[in-house]
């Protein structure tokens, strides 16, 4: 039965989220009926994205009502779900002046997206534009939930959950890249074909396809439950979903018998803590204090590779342009049949239509699913969804030793949002010198400046 509600997705012209999140949400028969309005700030993209919708709301008799906007303030009132996926800027020439910032003083991040100085400075950027919103979904629409795509995912969630009134939910894919090593390394065991050619986790456009075909095969095969903190989780247990047989033993000895050089860095954490860390080394690096030395450069040793923002700039550019095709009619729309919204359309049906999903990780507040993490710090667990909301799988407490690593992050994260919100410069300076990146005070100072001089108009609050 179609259950109308009100969907805002901000952000909207993200080349990504036209491609799955829009197609997934219009294939919806649950949704039937209820309003979709889009908002992006560049309202060429927005017309793309539009006429997309258009198309889809045409050939699939979707019955969604559509409208536009410009502003979010246009959009909010009586939503019942607000997605976001805004991102402050140019994305990919933002990141690589976060990176290129501290390697002026000698200081290089493994990645700089979502932990290091270039964590502190995304996060800082976002944190502004996304408490606008959810000030203004206090009065527009406080019972809604907020459903954020935006990292660093820890630090944009804690932000909404610990400053406003509004419930958030953070959703990553994250996971599946633990489904597709577990895979790999059982595919003989499990009779699972993978393909000639990964090299590694990291995110690049021809890994990807090649990573899917692997998690396709898992996904129904494996009950991987991991949790811990987004990009930085951790396996707890991985059974066969056709016997129940738990598989951790059998997995651990076939990874010893990869090549070590597949994900050195995830390896050696495995290793040291007797526990499968989920993300893959370039989003591992970004939280562990062994990965940044300015004269061992363990980043060589672990074959740690940066982001290409140029190509993957170029990369949006095309995807835009490809988008812009389909809502002209002139690429079929045939391959967005089966795309994969990662997770908000299984949040807004069963919430919406009271139904009942096991979801595989989402991050939420910790009320005690992760006992020995601070209680209302954003951790990454199970949920279930139904139609009383969004609620954690409780699992316990993890290894000391795990955890506390998680508990610094989990602080300098805090620290961070409080920095962002207040405009607090000593605190911008703890979290600063908190990260497992920075180890000289003045050195942290040099950085913290620079990121404030270089951002002031991202960042007004620290010019008061």
Not at 34 to 57: F, G, M, Y
Not at 124 to 144: F, K, L, T
Request: glycine share 6%; net charge negative.
């Amino acid at each position: 039965m179609a259950i109308p509600t009100k969907i805002v997705v901000i952000g909207a012209g993200s080349a990504s989220f036209g491609e799955n999140t829009l197609s997934a949400l219009m294939r919806s028969k649950k949704l039937r009926g209820s309003t979709l309005a889009l908002v992006d700030r560049n309202p060429e993209t927005l017309d793309i994205v539009k006429r997309l919708a258009q198309r889809l709301n045409r050939e699939w008799d979707s019955g969604i009502t559509l409208t536009t906007h410009t502003h979010h303030h246009d959009a909010l009132e009586d939503a019942g779900f607000v997605v976001s996926a805004i991102e402050v800027g140019a994305r990919e020439g933002l990141w690589k002046q976060d990176f290129e910032i501290p390697l002026k003083y000698g200081v290089r991040q493994p990645y700089a997206e979502n932990g290091g100085p270039g964590g502190f400075a995304h996060a800082a950027r976002n944190i502004g534009p996304i408490m606008e919103i959810a000030h203004e979904m206090e009065n527009a629409c406080p019972q809604a939930w907020f459903i954020n795509f935006t990292n660093p995912m820890i630090r944009i969630c804690d932000a909404i959950n610990r400053h406003s009134k509004i419930k958030a939910v953070g959703l990553c894919h994250q996971i599946f890249i633990a489904y597709t090593m577990v895979g790999i390394a059982l595919a003989k065991d499990l009779g699972i074909t993978v393909p000639h050619g990964i090299t590694g986790m990291h995110a690049d456009i021809l890994q990807a396809p090649l990573h899917h075909q692997v998690k396709q095969q898992t996904v129904t095969r494996l009950d991987i439950r991991a949790a811990g903190l987004n990009h930085f989780s951790w396996v707890l247990s991985i059974r066969d979903r056709q016997t129940g047989e738990d598989l951790y033993p059998l997995f651990r000895k076939r990874w010893n018998d990869l090549d070590p050089a597949f994900e050195p860095l995830t390896r050696s954490v495995f290793d040291a803590f007797d526990l499968f860390p989920v993300p893959g080394d370039t989003h591992l690096c970004e939280y562990l204090p062994w990965v940044s030395d300015p004269v061992t450069n363990p980043w060589e040793k672990y074959a740690i590779r940066l982001y290409d923002w140029d190509l993957n700039a170029a990369v949006r550019e095309f995807q835009i342009d490809r988008l812009k095709d389909i809502a002209d009619g002139e690429i079929t729309i045939a391959g967005l049949e089966n795309t994969d919204s990662e997770g908000a359309l299984e949040m807004i049906e069963n919430v919406a239509a009271a139904g009942t999903h096991y979801h595989l990780a989402a991050n939420l507040p910790n009320e005690g699913q992760i006992s020995n993490l601070p209680l209302g710090a954003t951790v990454e667990t199970p949920v279930v969804v139904d139609g009383e909301g969004i609620h954690p799988v409780h699992v316990g407490a993890l290894p000391e030793p795990v955890a506390e690593l998680l508990r610094r992050e989990t602080t300098v994260s805090q620290l961070c949002v409080d920095a962002a919100i207040e405009g607090d410069r000593k605190k911008a300076l703890q979290c600063l010198l908190l990260d497992p990146v920075i180890n000289d005070i003045d050195l942290a100072k040099q950085i913290l400046d620079d990121y404030l001089s270089s951002y002031k108009d991202y960042l007004p609050q620290f010019w008061k």
